[in-house]
């Protein structure tokens, strides 16, 4: 009897298919790893903006500017990200003491995905 080399349909179809599961799996966990990377820049950059507006809102109340003179516009320059972001400015008034609220929100995909807020308080 003759020795045979090499693989049978069988084998070489089961090899084919354990490796096609294991790439499936490998690109799903680099595609999943790509979000959380992106979601952890976006977080960073809006955290790092959110803190500029505050600083800003803080500088322009302790210069005597009133809290209904600082808006959206004012906070939208100091964005600086190729993502698109909205910025949302309220002012609320407590019995005790007047804050300002600051909303930050990635809207890249239409609607906000997240919302960054703050609130600076007058005094």
């Known amino acids: 009897m003759k020795k045979r080399y090499g693989l049978t349909l069988i084998e070489t179809c089961l090899s084919v298919t354990l490796a096609s599961i294991f790439l499936t799996t490998l690109f799903s966990l680099a595609d999943n790893h790509r979000k959380?990377?992106?979601r952890i820049q976006n977080n960073t950059t809006?955290?790092?903006?959110?803190?500029s507006m505050r600083n800003f809102t803080?500088?322009?109340l302790e210069s005597g500017v009133g809290l209904e003179?600082?808006?959206k516009?004012?906070?939208?320059e100091l964005i600086e990200s190729e993502h698109k972001w909205s910025v949302s400015v309220s002012v609320a008034e407590d019995s005790s003491s007047k804050k300002i609220r600051i909303s930050?929100?990635?809207t890249d995909a239409g609607k906000p995905d997240c919302i960054y807020t703050t609130e600076v308080f007058a005094r």
Do not use: H, P, S
């Not at 809006?46 to 803190?51: G, I, R, S, V």
């Not at 516009?73 to 939208?76: A, G, T």
């Open 104 to 106: 930050l929100a990635n």
């Open 73 to 76: 516009k004012d906070l939208e």
């Open 46 to 51: 809006a955290l790092y903006m959110l803190e």
């Open 69 to 71: 003179a600082i808006g």
């Open 36 to 38: 959380i990377l992106r």
């Open 58 to 60: 803080r500088f322009q």
